[in-house]
């Protein structure tokens, strides 16, 4: 069944309401999809799921930041320069497609994307690759760096040029000045954001697995490199199945199904926040509904990891016998809040205090810079400001005779005695530092896509075949169907209260009178709603319905009075259906 999952998902998917293809009256366009009623609630759950795990039970915060930037910020972070995939187009057909897609696809390269360009070229004439499209051979084209950010210009004209941001985190990592403050200057704290991300993807594929337009939930924790520590014990005991990079360069290498204890007393996981972040992970994704025998955490490979990331984890899920990748878990170092430091204006600091002061030699400036001359347009302060952050950082800036002094757009040249430069003990209290930061970075709607397709079941009732998803009630989009079993104005009211009383607990519910019993069941087992409840002519009488369980389509006779409690507690987990004593 397995290789056709995918298919009858995606059929499924858009004949009940959880995505499909956007602009279809246009014709649709690649890499667009809408979240119909089911999907959106389903994407609705999870993101309230993920809220819950993440910003509040870790007690981070939660900003929610525009999706266009201006050009600066991606010059800072990297992505103008660096954020491009290799693009491949055919000779014959013209279509474009990602060429180190092509090679892990064809070939036994594993991770083409961190080759570089002439050796992917390479490969491509070697094994004689040929576009996936029309077949005709690709050997000799040309492969381009594709910057994947989408472009516009802010207001009119082109005097700004923005950009739909490739990943939320930029928009955490500008606003780090400000929400220190909230932070109260102390470090670790964390920062988490759930919003849309655009990227232009060569060749959108596989349905919402790889879109143009998607949800990250993403957290930045920034921590002191020297003094902030995870509580490993919170997670040593979970049990996590890892593929380091070891594994998967060895020739037989497997997964190592392991503890977070064991793997990090053994190095496995090198990085203790990382291995904080896999151990949460690990529990929530579960919670969620994935099936964790169909997922691992994948270690990157040296060479697959960005620059500037010391360790670099995937969590990946199985999908139709491929791992896919539905969320990184990066040590970004103090690159982040370095290049904005260096591009910006402001401060990507904390000052952080020591436990006892220090006496340290420190360069030292004259404050009174009034002698300077008009060209500081009197804001000599901010001229001592500069040299003090020089003086502190790079002695050896003033081994010559003028220092350097960036200031407004311009550099200028500063004789030494004119700063008053001097060397003298100090005593400290604590020193300014850039956090490193740790992200977790959750993909929404591949995860949506892993919990419905490792949901997806397929059986037999009465001699039917049928689907059903079998969703965790949390992350379910309806919890409960409300039926009466024919059309009659008294098991309508009735059923129609019932409905009213299970909303008004705060449970999902679907009132549905169309068609017979059967494919009602049916459509709320399509649906993956665990329960559904039906009004027959005895309940007028003795106040009792038939509560019938997704799973296993056991059916019981409670009393109606009840209802909104036991559901709640069935929705809660704090008591099983089987357990449930009848009328
Ligand atoms: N085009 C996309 N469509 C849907 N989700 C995406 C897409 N690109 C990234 N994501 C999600 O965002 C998460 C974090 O983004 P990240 O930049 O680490 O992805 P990535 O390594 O570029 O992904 P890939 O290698 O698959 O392109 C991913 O784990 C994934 O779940």
Request: hydrophobic share 35%.
């Amino acid at each position: 069944m397995s290789d056709r999952i995918s298919e009858k998902l995606t059929e499924l998917a858009k004949r009940r309401g959880y995505f499909f293809q956007s602009s279809g009256a246009y014709g649709g366009v690649g890499g667009f999809y809408t979240f119909g009623p089911q999907g959106a609630a389903l994407k609705g759950n999870v993101e309230d799921a993920w809220r819950d795990r993440f910003a509040i039970a870790e007690g981070h915060m939660e900003i929610d930041a525009p999706t266009i930037m201006p050009e600066p910020v991606f010059e800072a972070s990297g992505h103008l320069e660096t954020f491009d995939d290799m693009l491949v187009e055919c000779p014959e057909c013209e279509e474009s497609h990602r060429a180190d897609h092509i090679v892990e696809d064809e070939t036994e390269y594993e991770d083409a994307e961190s080759l570089p360009v002439p050796e992917v070229e390479e490969i491509i004439a070697e094994y004689e690759l040929v576009c996936p499209t029309c077949g005709a051979g690709l050997a000799g084209a040309a492969i381009e760096d594709f910057n994947l950010m989408f472009a516009t210009n802010i207001g009119p004209g082109d005097s700004q040029p923005g950009y739909l941001r490739p990943e939320t985190a930029q928009g955490i990592f500008v606003e780090f000045p400000r929400l220190k403050e909230y932070a109260r200057n102390t470090l670790p704290f964390g920062v988490t954001q759930i919003g849309r991300a655009y990227r232009n993807e060569i060749s959108p594929r596989r349905s919402i697995i790889r879109t143009r337009e998607f949800t990250q939930a993403e957290l930045e924790l920034f921590v002191d490199p020297e003094t902030s520590e995870p509580d490993l014990t919170l997670v040593e005991d979970v049990s996590v199945r890892l593929y380091p990079a070891t594994e998967q360069q060895a020739d037989d290498g497997s997964e190592v199904e392991t503890t977070i204890g064991d793997a990090v007393a053994d190095g496995t996981i090198a990085d203790p926040w990382i291995a904080y972040f896999l151990g949460i992970a690990q529990e929530w994704y579960a919670s969620v509904g994935v099936d964790t025998d169909r997922f691992r955490f994948r270690q990157h490979l040296a060479g697959e990891r960005s620059h500037y990331a010391s360790d670099c984890w995937d969590a990946e899920s199985e999908i139709d016998g491929n791992w896919i990748e539905i969320a990184g878990f990066a040590h970004r170092g103090d690159y982040d809040l370095s290049k904005h430091q260096e591009y910006s204006e402001e401060r990507f600091t904390v000052f952080q205090q020591y436990d006892e002061p220090k006496t340290v030699e420190r360069a030292v400036v004259d404050p009174d810079m009034s002698y300077l001359g008009p060209e500081f347009g009197g804001d000599a302060q901010a001229v001592v400001e500069e040299l003090e952050t020089l003086a502190g950082r790079d002695r050896a800036a003033f081994e010559g005779e003028t220092v350097d002094v960036e200031f407004g757009d311009e550099t200028h040249e500063i004789p030494v005695e004119k700063t008053g430069f001097a060397v003298e003990e100090q005593t400290e209290a604590g020193e300014h530092v850039v956090p490193h930061v740790i992200e977790p970075s959750f993909g929404v709607d591949r995860l949506v896509y892993t919990i419905l397709h490792h949901a997806y079941r397929e059986d037999e009732v009465a001699g039917e075949e049928r689907t059903y998803l079998d969703l965790e009630p949390e992350v379910a989009p309806t919890f409960v169907g409300v039926f009466p079993l024919q059309s009659d104005d008294d098991l309508e009211d009735e059923a129609e209260g019932i409905a009213a009383a299970l909303r008004a607990e705060g449970l999902s519910v679907t009132y549905d009178d169309s068609g017979n019993i059967g494919r009602r069941y049916r459509r709320q087992d399509e649906v993956g709603t665990p329960f559904c409840v039906t009004v027959d002519y005895e309940s007028l009488e003795d106040g009792g319905v038939t509560v019938r369980e997704r799973d296993t389509t056991d059916q019981k006779r409670l009393p109606i009075d009840d209802l909104p409690e036991t559901l709640s507690a069935l929705r809660a987990g704090e008591v099983a259906f089987e357990d449930l004593d009848e009328e």
